[in-house]
């Protein structure tokens, strides 16, 4: 048997969920939503010890259990399939693996929420330990809110992160997202806000965005 084509799948997925039909491509670099293909080689990392944040930090960090290898792969393949749903006007959720070279390196989430106010988006996103500290981070962040301001129409995008993130939180300020609230629970967490004004200083050229008709129909009100 050859090798599974996600592209082929993802065009199946989009017949029944419409945001699998979703890429956003800039310079090399594609976010589309993950097949199982993919997610199983996000799960890989996950699973390895270290293989986002240093050994151990993983629930000061990130707010996941300190559990790596099978339990962690499956708590993450089990998190990621309850994302594919229908997307409607009132809640919606776009997770798009981050593809390089061919190699899944990472994972980020656009979302709306029935609690947001109409226009707001949650951004959050994760890159392989091995991958980070090289632009990376930044360029899907930014490739991210092209899709929600520039091509979905958001006007404001929020995300989260603990405090002690500093890598995550330092990549969010310099994107021009600005600290709203903090919350304390397991670990402290820092909330953070940008609007297309402040992204539009920081816009990256050539961005790609297809395949986005049957998404938005689903997602505008009415």
Known sequence: MGAVDPGLLRDDLAA?????????AHAGLLL?????????????????????VEPGRERELLGWPTE????????FLEWAWRLR???????????????????TVGLVVL???????????????????????RGLGRRVRLMLLELAFGHLGAVRAVTGAAAGNTASLRVSTRLGYRE???ETGSVVEVHLAVTPGA??????????????DGFREAITPG
């Open 16 to 24: 029944l969920y419409p945001q699998f039909a979703v890429t956003v």
């Open 180 to 182: 709203t609230h903090r």
């Open 111 to 133: 979302s709306h929420e029935v609690d947001h106010p109409a226009g707001t988006v949650h951004t959050s996103s994760w890159l392989a330990r091995a991958e980070q500290g």
């Open 199 to 212: 992204w539009r200083r920081r816009r990256l050229a050539d961005v790609v965005v297809e395949g986005l």
């Open 85 to 103: 749903e229908v997307p409607t006007a009132g809640r919606w959720r776009l997770p798009l693996a981050v593809i390089e070279g061919g190699r």
């Open 32 to 52: 589309a939503p993950p097949t199982d293909v993919e997610l199983l080689e996000l799960a890989a990392i996950v699973a390895e010890p270290g293989g986002i």
């Open 68 to 75: 790596g290898g099978a339990v962690a792969a499956r708590r």
